[in-house]
């Protein structure tokens, strides 16, 4: 690990003196390094008990090559990652057989969600939806532990059906994973099967579907469904979404649900961007999640976490330069069974 990190460094020491359309460097043809960074001031308040703090979400740094005009890799780290082992959250391998025909193999983000796929550059309520954060294995589930969406696997992906306007009708993405999470080796002898179609009767419209079939190995035991550390357990996804633009507008919507053993989980959100003035943006965020559907309101009361919740954020995001922003927002958490929280977080972005 430590090696990686005098590579990056070098690589980005490079970079700053190369030219700007590509680097030669060792076997490839070209290279190309960038990334971003999402500092924060975030203050809270629940139920009176307030905290704040000056804190950064992401440092990232990527680095894309391409060995042939068909074989490419990527690497990728975040280097303000909570613990360790997401230092390094992507290397993969990809050969281009064709448009409609790629083969990836390695770490990389699963194709479950929209969202999940989406650079966090580019999501307008400053970090991914808690429903999509639970479901796709980002942070927040406690069986599977805090994963950033990404396994190591392999994955058949490609586009389809070219139209006139240059866009595809059709795209997909299917992929066999381990299912254990970031820089893990299985911890089980079943393999995820993880799959994602998208339909574009439009440029400016995507229908998406995606799904996860498998089996998890607990990391920790989870209140909300009583499955034990080390227990294993069926770990299946569904969704469902929506990306369009319209004008000044775009909407972007997935309705998500999913089954932790018998234990079945629902939530879903729906993210609206309005632009005002030239590169200011109003962002409108509802977000809803539900870890066990089959919990009644005295049930959920007798639990130490509450079982769902609904977040209501109202923003505004000002770009100053491609994908690099200011933005603030004020998020009301709505709980049934603990108190609401009230989150007001400014975020500076650079895209480099």
């Not at 700007?20 to 971003?36: A, S, V």
């Not at 632009?275 to 809803?288: A, E, F, M, R, Y």
């Not at 005295?298 to 609904?310: G, M």
Request: charged share 15%; net charge neutral; glycine share 8%.
């Amino acid at each position: 690990m430590k090696r990686l990190f005098i590579l990056l460094l070098t690589l980005v020491s490079i970079a700053a003196t190369a030219q700007p359309l590509g680097i030669k460097l060792g076997n490839t043809q070209q290279l190309k390094i960038f990334g971003f960074a999402q500092g924060h001031f975030d203050y809270q308040n629940t139920n009176g008990v307030e905290h704040n703090d000056f804190n950064f979400k992401h440092v990232v740094l990527i680095a894309d090559g391409s060995i042939t005009d068909k074989l490419s890799f990527r690497l990728m780290t975040d280097f303000v990652s909570p613990d360790i082992y997401l230092l390094l959250q992507e290397y993969y391998a990809q050969y281009d057989f064709a448009p409609w025909l790629k083969l990836r193999v390695g770490q990389f983000k699963q194709p479950y969600t929209i969202e999940n796929l989406m650079i966090p550059t580019l999501i307008g309520a400053l970090s991914s939806n808690e429903s999509v954060r639970y479901l796709a294995g980002i942070v927040g589930d406690p069986l599977y532990g805090l994963m950033a969406g990404r396994d190591q696997g392999v994955m058949l992906t490609g586009d389809l059906l070219p139209a006139a306007d240059g866009h595809n009708w059709l795209g997909y993405s299917i992929g066999i994973f381990n299912g254990a999470g970031v820089n893990q080796r299985d911890n089980n002898n079943a393999k995820d099967v993880i799959a994602m179609l998208n339909f574009n009767p439009w440029k400016e419209v995507q229908l998406s579907a995606s799904m996860q079939i498998g089996q998890g190995t607990a990391r920790n035991a989870s209140p909300f469904s009583g499955i034990m550390a080390g227990e294993k357990y069926t770990r299946n996804r569904w969704s469902v979404g929506l990306k369009a633009h319209y004008g000044r507008m775009m909407l972007r919507s997935e309705w998500m649900a999913g089954q932790d053993g018998h234990t079945p989980m629902h939530g879903g959100y729906a993210e609206l961007w309005i632009t005002t003035l030239p590169k200011l943006d109003i962002v409108l965020d509802i977000d809803h999640m539900n870890r066990n559907t089959d919990l009644s309101r005295a049930e959920q009361e007798l639990l130490p976490s509450a079982t769902q919740n609904t977040n209501y954020t109202a923003g505004l995001q000002y770009w100053f330069h491609r994908q690099c922003r200011i933005a603030t927002h004020y998020t009301y958490t709505d709980r049934p069974t603990a108190p609401a929280t009230h989150l007001w977080a400014t975020q500076l972005q650079l895209m480099f």
